[in-house]
């Protein structure tokens, strides 16, 4: 007997095996748990799977389809820092600077969870240095992917920021 469920989260910055994003649980309709040994159960398993779970993950391919799939999981209260500070990185990673500076100055232990990260972000992001933040937004990714053993199914693609003509000085 087992109970699954979906995860959504981002890759950055890295995480350890024991936190798994946002989610729903799902159980199979109208008999609780799932049953590995019951050949029906599994079947229902993976055509809800196809059905409805996938599509829907499936469908969230830009920053902008993961904070509308999340909003739903956000909680009050306890959340709003963790979601604060993911909004930063969100900003960060499509080259929306301002906003991730303006959410990361007033809040100096964020600052200094940072600098234990990747002593080099804050300075990138006040220099506003692409190079050096998608290295390190890289790195972070590539991190929790060999945490959570995902390495085969990864391919990595290029942050928005990455995508944008540097502008001017």
């Given at each position: 007997m087992f109970k699954s469920r979906t995860v959504v989260?981002?890759?950055?910055?890295?995480?350890?095996?024991?936190?798994?994003?946002?989610?729903?649980?799902?159980?199979?309709?109208?008999?609780?748990?799932?049953?590995?040994?019951?050949?029906?159960?599994v079947q229902r398993f993976f055509d809800l799977l196809e059905d409805k779970i996938l599509p829907k993950l499936r469908s969230t391919t830009t920053f902008d389809h993961y904070r509308i799939l999340t909003e739903q999981y956000r909680a009050s209260g306890d959340y709003y820092d963790r979601d604060r500070f993911f909004e930063m990185?969100?900003?960060?990673?499509?080259?929306?600077?301002?906003l991730a500076q303006s959410i990361v100055e007033p809040q100096p232990d964020v600052q200094l969870y940072?600098?234990?990260?990747?002593?080099?972000?804050y300075p990138?992001?006040?220099?506003?240095?692409r190079t050096e933040i998608a290295k390190i937004l890289h790195a972070w990714e590539a991190q929790t992917i060999k945490t959570y053993k995902l390495e085969k199914f990864w391919e990595q693609t290029p942050f928005p920021l990455e995508l944008q003509d540097t502008p001017p000085p």
């Open positions: 989260d981002i890759l950055i910055p890295p995480s350890d095996a024991g936190y798994l994003g946002r989610g729903d649980y799902f159980t199979d309709p109208g008999k609780g748990l799932w049953d590995a040994t019951n050949p029906d159960a990185l969100i900003a960060t990673a499509v080259g929306n600077f301002d940072l600098g234990e990260l990747a002593p080099s972000f990138a992001l006040l220099a506003r240095d």
